[in-house]
């Protein structure tokens, strides 16, 4: 069951647990993203995985995503492995997706990407928006993440852009069978809330033309790069009390490493388009010319909207996990954001960070 009390959408707790609620005090400014515990890329030692999970809690990260695709599993196991160690008492929040079921598979090479990871795990992801798969799937996450519920269940990767031609026919199979799972999960309190996770915005807006959704995670359309989900979509979740998880906070790398360094650059998945170096190479002088680490820029300006819960990054590393909670630190001064605006680079309707002359987000202790 859900409810309205004071400032955020309650999701509610098993008893003994605190309330948690949808807003920025409980879920912290800096969130983490699950896909490098399941090797995204390349193997990853599982000590090296689970000291990350370590250092995120202890720089103060209170909210974890994963995903049964990330690894086929993978992320998902060792996420609850190592939480179970850490939040015995189930106050950390977690959300994972549905709509990629795990296929068996015999006979295959895990030494090599599959789907974009490098798993042992004996399987692959196959859509599926169908009530029942949607139902199974809950159910396997669970068993994986150790938890006797999950705070937020999002549904992944739906929309014309992954699907194409086969968006309607995968649209309505989710409307009529996954959403329908999903709400029920929800008025059972099996689940705190449910969402959608995806990297566009037009599949937002319709679905929430046709049902009750209380969080979107969007990944990469609302960044230092890009602004166009102002136009039409955060006003959308202002008016229906839809609250915003921004992840690919880096757009794929583009921001994170900027584009002056040897080597392939990366935006949205792929090889970054020329016009897309050229205008992250304009942000990354701008903030040079102020000091600012780019990816400090990158990482707090998405805060400033209202609707924005957290900003989730991938953490791959001990070390990723502190570089990111010291760019939330970083003082980042007024004028950089005005030369930005000056410069067209950040639309002139997009909210930036107050001034402030001291560090923009700092890390309380999470237990107590």
Known sequence: MRAQEGHGLLIDSLPGERAKQLDRETFGSLGFGGATLGNL????????????????????????????????????????????????????????????????????????????????????????????????????????????????????????????????????????????????????????????????????????AHADFDVVLLAGRYTLLEQDALDTFLPLCERRG????????????????????????????????QEIIARA???????????????AAALQFPLSHPQVLTVVPGMGTREQARQAADYLRRPVPQALWAELRAAGLIRPDAPVPPATSSPTHEWPEYFD
Do not use: W
């Open 281 to 295: 190479a304009a942000i990354e002088s701008i903030c040079d010319a102020h000091a600012v680490p780019l990816p």
């Open 41 to 208: 890329y390349a193997p990853v030692p599982d000590e090296v995985a689970q000291d990350t999970i370590r250092a995120a809690v202890e720089i103060g990260v209170r909210y974890f995503d994963t995903a049964p695709h990330y690894g086929f599993g993978l992320s998902e196991k060792r996420l609850g492995t190592t939480l179970r160690e850490l939040d015995s008492g189930g106050r950390l929040i977690v959300s994972t997706k549905v709509g990629r079921k795990l296929a068996p598979r015999t006979g295959i090479d895990t030494t090599v990407p599959r789907q974009g990871f490098v798993t042992p795990e004996p399987y692959e992801s196959e859509f599926d928006y169908t009530y029942d798969s949607v139902m199974r799937t809950y159910e396997g996450s669970l068993r994986r993440l150790q938890r006797e519920r999950i705070d937020i269940l999002f549904v992944h990767d739906i929309g014309r852009v992954t699907h194409g031609d086969s968006h309607p026919s995968r649209f309505a199979e989710f409307m009529n069978g996954g959403y329908r799972a999903m709400s029920e999960l929800r008025t059972s309190g099996a689940v705190g809330a449910i969402g959608i996770g995806v990297n566009e915005t037009q599949v937002c807006e319709e679905a929430l």
């Open 242 to 273: 839809v609250r915003i998880v921004v992840g690919g906070p880096y757009n794929s790398g583009i921001l994170a490493t900027g584009v002056r360094r040897a080597g392939a650059v990366n935006y949205n998945y792929s090889a970054a388009p």
